[in-house]
């Protein structure tokens, strides 16, 4: 399981105005993209200092594929990280604090304790 | 020696700067009233006439990452940029800049490390929005020089309550022992109950009002010991996913002192979240 790595996608993404919008109208893409060329990436290094074991679990995967929030907060991704990035690509579509409440409906399942979150 | 002449806690919400500028239909409601409470606020800040303000708040993923994360960091630098894209995507927050306090951070950290917390520090450090929101709330002129400082309140693992205690009383005594001619007031950002990215987000109230009625006492009358006796980051998922932000006010209550009772202390309840504005005045008042 790689929550940092999951974090890492989430993080990367939302911090960039043409990803945003990348990741919004093509997932998939943008996912597979992302892990062969992003994901061992090293922050603020140059590629050739790339780490080289990172890589996502299958439904790691499939749940950013799909923009399948719930799935992302049960597999203990950085709930904050997941709530700004998907505001800013899917609040657009909504009535004012739509997307937010529509949000909270959807992890309505979930009971404490909330999946772990420590990386 | 600086004088400590204010002591300022205060929940941040990225929404009231857009609520208080908008106008005409887009003017939300409960802005007039928030308007109405953050000015009677500021007020309190503007009494103690500072010259320097420490700012403790808590980076959101901005500048700070999973690779490489301080639990306590300092900013010492000349001046800081502040907000992010994202921040002004979300929360239409503007970009901002301000003025350092560099010697006062110099002091902070190598007394800091003498007195037993090993804080980090950084050079160039862009501000987010926990820190923003108190100026444009307390200072909206932004005129004063700043020591920013960060917590994790984040990004687990993280300290212990009690460390947040104990660095707003090292805080505090840092700030009284520094020598310079000038009148520090420090100021807090965090939160009560809340959640971010779970079930119990944006409902119409916090998502514990118990939670917020108890922390609002524990804050106001400076209950350190029964808060540090009830409060353990456990306990703290309860009332929300995202109420470890709470430490920051508990880091407040530190720098306020034990028993210390807030001079001003008034409260918001909105939509998502309360509101909750304290402030003490150490020494016995405005001088």
């Known amino acids: 399981m790689s929550k940092y790595l999951l974090n890492k996608f989430l993080f990367t993404v939302d911090r960039d105005p043409e990803l945003v919008e990348r990741y919004r109208e093509d997932p998939r893409g943008t996912v597979e993209w992302w892990e062969a060329e992003h994901a061992n990436r090293l922050l603020n290094c140059h590629g050739g200092e790339a780490s080289t074991w990172l890589r996502f679990e299958d439904a790691e995967r499939e749940a950013l594929a799909a923009h399948d929030y719930p799935k992302l907060f049960e597999l203990g991704a950085h709930p904050f990280l ?38 | 020696m600086a004088q400590l ?50 700012m403790v708040g808590s980076d959101h993923f901005h500048q700070l990452w999973l690779d490489n994360m301080p639990q306590f960091l300092v900013g010492k630098a000349p001046f800081y940029d502040a907000n992010w894209y994202n921040e002004e995507r979300e929360f239409g927050l503007p970009r901002m800049f301000f003025t350092g306090q560099e010697d006062l951070s110099a002091y902070i950290l190598r007394e800091g490390l003498d007195a037993g917390f090993d804080l980090a520090f950084s050079n160039e450090l862009r501000i987010d929005h926990s820190i923003t929101c108190p100026i444009i709330t307390l200072r909206p002129q932004n005129d004063l020089p700043i020591v920013p400082i960060y917590t994790n309140i984040f990004a687990p693992p993280l300290p212990q309550p009690k460390r947040f205690v104990q660095l707003g009383r090292t805080i505090r005594e840092l700030v009284e022992s520094w020598p310079a001619d000038k009148r520090v007031a420090v100021i807090g950002t965090g ?19 118990e939670f917020d009625r108890r922390a609002v006492e524990w804050i ?46 008034d409260t918001y309840d909105l939509f998502h979240t309360m509101e909750a504005y304290f402030t003490w005045y150490p020494n016995g008042g405005v001088a």
């Not at chain 1, 709530?83 to 657009?92: H, K, V």
């Not at chain 2, 029964?226 to 996913?241: A, F, I, Q, R, Y």
Request: aromatic share 10%.
């Open chain 2, 5 to 54: 002449v204010a002591v300022i806690a205060s929940t941040h919400h990225p929404f009231y700067y857009r609520a208080s500028t908008a106008t005409g239909e887009d003017r939300p409601p409960f802005a007039d009233e928030w308007v109405r409470k953050v000015e009677a606020f500021r007020e309190t800040l503007t009494k103690a006439r500072p010259d320097v303000l420490v």
């Open chain 2, 191 to 209: 939160h009560l109950s809340l959640e971010l990215g779970g079930p119990r987000q944006f409902g119409p109230h916090g998502p514990d009002p």
């Open chain 2, 220 to 265: 106001s009358s400076g209950d350190i010991e029964g808060c540090l006796s009830e409060v353990t980051l456990d306990s703290l998922h309860l009332p929300g996913n995202a109420t470890h932000g709470f430490m920051d006010f508990m880091l407040m209550m530190g720098v306020a002192g034990e028993g210390a009772k807030a001079d001003y202390a």
């Open chain 1, 82 to 119: 997941t709530l700004t990035l998907f505001i800013a690509m899917f609040e657009r579509d909504h009535e004012p604090l739509g997307f937010q409440t529509e949000y909270a409906r959807r992890l309505a399942h979930m009971t404490l304790p909330y999946p772990d979150i420590a990386t």
